[in-house]
């Protein structure tokens, strides 16, 4: 197989499913990851992409998935960790650890499942890339004052779950990217887009979204690692 080989978590709706129309459209084999069977398959008949049935809270579904990629592309050259809950937008203090471990399995534990089950096939491929789709609200210099970066994140909100899962997922950035210095591994900003994760309340369409997400999976050799990147450049840590 020839073509850049990318796998997609999460790809049979929103940001996910739009990053791969355009990367199947860029002339890559995408393995579109849905945990449900049918959707999945769907979504990928219209992509013109791989089915993947992927749950990514599920270890024997990821181990499943990784071994489905192995025995039909051998390699993968691109994994997309777009496949993401939003949680409850309750006050912090109404939340519990139950509410907050629900995100982190998916949000966290999530990415590392997949990144570790799909290792292997990465290191098999000359350039690899771990694409991690992260969010401004997961910046700690945002967070920590939201009124001086209202340029880069119009719309904070102090969702506990969701933006201190997503500051681990960018801490998982930086560690694989220091310990696997041959895998180019960054954290993208799709900023505020309008998806079922959030109710389509975002203030851009998932075309807009999946712009950042695209420009990373296909930004090839030379690429800084770690890095946390939006649609205007780079977003601070």
Do not use: C
Request: no cysteine; proline share 6%; glycine share 8%.
């Amino acid at each position: 197989m020839t073509t850049t080989v990318t796998v997609i978590t999460g790809a049979n709706k929103g940001l996910g499913f739009e990053t791969a129309r355009r990367l199947v459209e860029a002339g890559h084999t995408v393995y579109a990851g849905a945990r449900d069977a049918h959707r999945g398959e769907r979504a990928a008949k219209l992509l013109g992409a791989r089915p993947l049935l992927i749950d990514i809270t599920d270890d024997a579904s990821v181990a499943a998935a990784a071994a489905q990629v192995r025995a039909e592309a051998g390699r993968v050259d691109v994994l997309v960790n777009n496949a993401g809950v939003a949680g409850p937008a309750a006050p912090a203090d109404e939340l519990t650890a139950a509410d907050l471990r629900y995100v982190f399995d998916t949000n966290v534990f999530g990415a590392v499942r997949t990144t570790r089950a799909f290792l292997p096939l990465l290191q098999q491929a000359a350039r690899p890339a771990i694409v991690n789709v992260s969010s401004a609200l997961g910046s700690l210099t945002i967070n920590a004052d939201p009124a001086a970066h209202g340029d880069l994140l119009p719309a904070w909100a102090p969702l506990l779950a969701y933006n201190s899962s997503k500051a681990a997922l960018n801490m998982l950035t930086v560690v694989y990217a220091r310990s696997l210095p041959r895998i180019s591994v960054v954290s993208v900003d799709p900023g505020f887009t309008a998806t079922d994760l959030n109710g389509h309340q975002g203030t851009q369409s998932v075309e807009e979204g999946a712009a950042v997400i695209v420009a990373a999976a296909t930004a090839g050799p030379g690429t800084p690692t770690p890095a946390f990147v939006g649609a205007t450049g780079p977003v601070p840590w």
